[in-house]
């Protein structure tokens, strides 16, 4: 069964680094996503890409974020100077809604981030 | 803004019995999808029964089932004869017809006692 899949499963970083994370959405699907999920908290969206742009992104999604999807395959979310406060989970996301509009998300299984 | 509210962070079931997870969500669009999303320790989110607002009958998924009330914004999930695989954070989400964004409510921790 197609999955969407996520690397690396946990970095460690020093605060100020930059940091990539990376995933591979279901290969037909359009939409992408990446949300975050401070420690036993609310799963919070942070960005949606559609057609090689940013669709949608949060309050959270600030200038340090950045995404890409490089070469079609593969999508990526950068942090450019990390803070203690992204020490979070990152869930990337792919739907599809090709023809029939059915809203659901696939997720890979994050990406641990823990900021130092 | 469309709002999702899990009031439960913590239920207890035990193993073979039933537990029912509640949901509310707050939007004023007519046509929107309701999902129920399951996290185990294992991390990754797996989709556990989706909810389209338009139909009446309640969607049901083997031992998971809905009780979709539209008027009253509510989406509870019944998880009937209880596993140790049952184990895990349930998140509620919301989406309307054709958006873009899931939104998801804070989650609830459900325990399986053997």
């Known amino acids: 069964e197609p999955e969407v899949t996520q690397t690396p499963s946990h970095q460690v970083t020093q605060m100020g680094q930059e940091v990539i994370l990376r995933c591979v959405p279901i290969s037909n699907h359009l939409y992408f996503y990446w949300y975050r999920q401070i420690l036993g908290q609310k799963v919070e969206f942070l960005v949606s890409?559609?057609?090689?742009?940013?669709?949608?992104k949060s309050e959270i999604f600030d200038d340090q974020f950045s995404v890409e999807r490089p070469d079609g395959s593969n999508f990526t979310l950068k942090i450019r100077s990390t803070k203690l406060e992204d020490s979070a989970m990152y869930f990337c996301?792919?739907?599809?809604?090709?023809?029939?509009?059915?809203?659901?998300?696939?997720f890979g299984e994050g990406s641990r981030l823990t900021v130092l | 803004a469309q709002t999702v509210t899990q009031s439960q962070p913590e239920m207890s079931v035990q193993e073979a019995e039933t537990v029912t997870l509640s949901c509310t969500y707050d939007?004023?669009?007519?046509?929107?999808?309701l999902f129920w999303y399951k996290q185990p320790p294992s991390r990754q989110m797996i989709l556990v029964i989706r909810q389209e607002a338009y139909k009446q009958q309640n969607a049901t998924e083997n031992r998971f089932s809905v009780n979709f009330q539209k008027a009253a914004k509510s989406f509870s999930l019944k998880i009937s004869d209880s596993q140790l695989g049952d184990a895990a954070m349930y998140f509620c989400?919301?989406?309307?017809?054709?958006?873009?964004?899931?939104?998801f409510g804070a989650g609830t921790i459900l325990r399986v006692k053997s």
């Open positions: 989400a919301y989406i309307r017809e054709y958006g873009n964004k899931l939104v």
């Open positions: 939007t004023s669009e007519s046509d929107y999808y």
């Open positions: 996301a792919s739907r599809t809604d090709r023809g029939t509009f059915t809203g659901e998300l696939f």
């Open positions: 890409f559609y057609n090689n742009e940013i669709s949608e």
